[in-house]
C-alpha cells in the first residue's frame, strides 16, 4: 500500500496583508505548514491558521523562515549556526503557543524558502536546525527536500524525517531541483506533474532533466496555497493520487524513523 | 514569616546593542522577566538569558511587550484585546521553547512597560492578558501592579498572582504609582526605598504623597538591572531585607491562590 | 468656478504583499498619497508608485504614518511631539529620494490613518507635523481633514493647507467623522455620496447627523484604492463631479494660502 | 601637500539603545557616516547626530545598509540589483530630510557592513549602487574599498569616489583585506597601525601579509567610534598624521573626479 502526505505553506498573511487561500486549500492537503511571524504571518494569523487546520484534521507544523519579512524569507542571508537554531526555537515555541492554547498537537516542522534550500546544502546549518528541532521535542517530523542534508542531519540526530517532493519541479541528476533560472525548472502540465508525483511514490524513481532515472525517497508533497490554479491543481492531483490507489494521510500518522 | 519574591527585568539585549548587567543583578534577585523579542530581546539573548537564570537558580517569567522595539515598548498603543491575547501567547510560547530546550520551567509572565501599565487600568485588556497565560499554561503565576485590574482578572481566571511593589516609586492614595511626570515620583533614597518595601511587606501599608496610610499586597519586589547604582542598590535591599528577618525566595515556591 | 482635488492612499504594497489597485485608481485621482515604509511601502514599491503616478500626471504625495506595519499604522500610538517630527522628516525625506530621482516634483504631504486621526485633535501632535513639513520644504502642501487642529497648525506655521473630506463618512455637529463604531458612519450609496460632496463643494455646507447644516472647506477628497467597488465609486465620482461643473486638478495647481 | 580624510561610522544607536561614542569621536575625525534607520539608527538619532556633525563642522554622509537591524548590517544578505538601488535611494533620501531640515549639506555615502563588503566584488551590485548615489545627487562622493568594484562602478558613473584604507586590518597581495578569521588580520599596535596609514598615504604603498609591496590609493580612513580604545586611537592617530605633515580635512573639500 501506497501512503503519502500532501502539505502546503499556510498562514502567510500579515496584518492587513492577505496571502494564500488558506481555508480552501486546508479541504486538500493532510498537513499544514504554518508561518511564525518571520518571514510571515503573525500572531492573530497564527491562531487561526491553527484553529482552521484543527477543523480540517490536518497535521500542524511550524514553518520557521529568516527574519526578512520585506523579502518574504526568500532572499539567503549568512546566519551562523547558533542564530539558525536560536531562531528555529524560538519561531516553534511560538507556533506551539497557539498549538497548546487550541487543544492541538504539533506534528512537524519544515523551514520556510531561503532557510530550506540553505539547509538542503550546508550540513552545519542543516545539523543546527535538526537539533532545534529536537531539542523542542524529539517527535516532531523534520521535512526536507529529498536526498537533502537537512534529511540526512534529521535522521542522525534521531528525529524521524519526511523527504519532500515537488510535483512542478524538475529535477537534476543529482536530485537536487532545477534551478528556477533555467527554462525547463517548472512543469505546468497539471497531468505530467501529477505522472511525476506517482511514479515517485509508487517506484521511488524520477526522470531527470538530463534523461536519466534516478532514485528518490517519497513521503510528502508540497503543493502550493496561492496562485490563480491552486485550488484547481489541490483538487486535480488528490483525485488522480486516490484513483491510483495512494492514501492521503498526514506525515504524523504513518511516518517512522 | 515573611517571604518576599526580588524580580528584574533581563534579557533586552538586542543583537550588537546591549541594555542591562543580568549576569551581576541575577546574583541577587529571585526571579528573572525576560523580554521575548517584541519590546526587546531575541533569539539568542532570550537563550543565553535563560540559561544564566538557571544557573543561578532563578525563577524564570516571560516579559511580553508591545512590537515597538524603538519605543522600548513603553509607548501606549490602542490593541485590541484579541492582539493582546494573541501577543501574549506568542511571546510566551517563543520564551518556553528556550526553557523546554534549557530543561527549565517558566514560572510566572509579567508584562512589559505600557502592556504592564496598561492592562493595570483597562479591564477588558487586563482579562485577555490573563486568559492567555492561563490557556498556555494554568499554572503560572501573573505578576501585576499591586491593586491592579490585572491582579484581579489574574485570581478571577483562577491563575496565581503575584503582586508587585516598587521600592523607588511614590503611591497615591488610591494605590496607584505616582506619575513620573511629578517631582515627587521617585525616591532616591535607598535607605528610605528599603523602609517603604519593608513596612509594605510586614505592615501590609505604605505611606502615600497625600500623607495618608493605604493598605497594600506584597508579593514581589521588582528593582532595575542598569544604571549607575542597580548593583549596588541590588546588594543594598537583598542585605537590608535578610537583617528584617525577610526571606528571599522565587514566588513560584510560596505563592498560593 | 469649483475646483477639487481628488487623492487616494497608494503604494501600499510590502514585499511580496499586495495591497489597492493603484494602476486603475491612477486614472481617476489627481494626488497620490505614497506610502513611505513605516505603516506599509517599501522602497521598490515607493519608486514604482512615484513612476505610475508621474506617468498618469498625477500630484505626487508622501504618506507617512506610524512605525506598525502589523497594525497598518491604525493603531494609536502614545508618540511624543519630537518622535512625530522626526518620523515624519524621516519618511518624507525617504519618498523625495524617489522623487528627485524619478525627476518628479513633491506636492503634498498627508499623514496616514492613526496620525492623521491624532493630529486633527491634538495641537502639539499637529504642530510637530506641521513644522516637520515645513522645515523640509515650505512649498508642501500639507493636508487635514477640515477643520482640523492640522489644518490650523499648516495654517500658523505658513504652509499651504488642504481641507479634506470624505464622501462616504457622515459628520457630526462639531465638524467630526462619526466613528466607526457607529451604525450610520458610513454612507455606502454612491449617489448619496456623491451628493454630500458636491454640496461641500459649491455650497461649503454638509448635513451632519444631528440634522443641522454645519459649514466646510473642500480643497480636496479622498477616495479609496481597494475594495470591492473602489474602482467604479473613482468612475462614478469623477463623472458626477464634472457633470456638476466641478474641476478636477491636482491640488498644488490651485491651492493658495 | 598630502590631505586625508578621517572618517567614522555613527549614529548607530536605536531608540533606547546606544553604540557608540559620537560626541567624542566627532572631536577627531573630519567626516561621519551616518547611519539610515536599516542596520541601525533611528529618525531621533539621526537628527541629533547630524546636528552634531554640523556643530563640530564635519562632513555628512549617509551610511546605507541591509534591512537587518538584528545582525547591524553584517550577515550578508542575496538582494537583487534593483533592491540594492532603491534601498539605497531611501536611504539616502531619508538623512537628506535630516541634513536639509538641519541646515546642511550632504557630502558622501558610504554603504555599511556586508553592503559595503559585497560591493567591493559584485560588480553588478556596486553598479546598481553608484546608480543610486549618483540619480540622487550627481556631486556626492562615493566611499569605497581602495582597489574595489563600488570604487570603480562609482568611477564610471561619473561620481567623485573616495578610496577608504583601514589602519588597522592587514592586506592581502590583492589588495583585498585579510579575512577576520585569520590571525593576523587585525593590527592592534597603534604605532604600527598609524605607520602603515602614513606609508600608504605618503608613498601609496603597503605591505603585504604575502611580504610584498603593492600600491594602494588612500583619500580616507576609517577609524572605530566603539570598543575601549578609540578615543585613544583617534587622538592618536590624528596627532601623528598632523606631526608627519599630513593635513586631515573633509573629503568634499579636496576630492576631484
Redesign the interface.
Known amino acids: 500500500m501506497h501512503i503519502v502526505d500532501l502539505n502546503c505553506d499556510m498562514g502567510e498573511s ?6 494564500g487561500r488558506d481555508e480552501e486549500i486546508l479541504k486538500y492537503v493532510t498537513s499544514a505548514n504554518i508561518a511564525c ?1 518571520y518571514h510571515a504571518g ?3 494569523t ?2 487561526k491558521t491553527v484553529q482552521r487546520a484543527l477543523e480540517h484534521n490536518v497535521g500542524i507544523g511550524a514553518h520557521p523562515g529568516l ?6 524569507g526568500r ?5 551562523s549556526e ?2 539558525a537554531y ?2 528555529v ?10 498549538v ?2 487550541e487543544g492541538g498537537r504539533l506534528q512537524h516542522v519544515k523551514p520556510h524558502g ?1 532557510l530550506f534550500n540553505m539547509a538542503a546544502k550546508d550540513q552545519p546549518l542543516a545539523r543546527a536546525i535538526a537539533k ?1 528541532v529536537y ?3 524529539p517527535e516532531l517530523v523534520l521535512f526536507g527536500l529529498a536526498g537533502s542534508e537537512l534529511v540526512k542531519a534529521g535522521h542522525e540526530q534521531g528525529l524521524k524525517t519526511a523527504s519532500e517532493v515537488f510535483s512542478d519541479r524538475t529535477y537534476q541528476q543529482d536530485g537536487s531541483l532545477t534551478s528556477r533560472r533555467e527554462p525547463n525548472a517548472l512543469i505546468t502540465d497539471h497531468e505530467q506533474a501529477v505522472e511525476q508525483v506517482i511514479r515517485m511514490i509508487k517506484e521511488n524513481k524520477v526522470h531527470t532533466v538530463q534523461d536519466t532515472d534516478i532514485d528518490i525517497d517519497v513521503h510528502t508533497i508540497c503543493i502550493h496555497g496561492d496562485g490563480e490554479s491552486a485550488i484547481d491543481f489541490a483538487n486535480y492531483i488528490t483525485k488522480a493520487l486516490k484513483e491510483s490507489g495512494i492514501t492521503l494521510q498526514s506525515i504524523g500518522e504513518f511516518i517512522t524513523k
Open positions: 500579515f496584518g492587513r496583508y492577505t496571502i511571524g503573525d500572531p492573530t497564527m491562531k527574519p526578512d519579512l520585506a523579502g518574504f532572499r539567503p542571508m549568512d546566519i547558533e542564530e536560536d531562531m526555537v524560538y519561531q516553534i515555541g511560538a507556533l506551539k503557543g497557539f497548546d492554547t531561503a532545534a531539542d523542542v521535542d
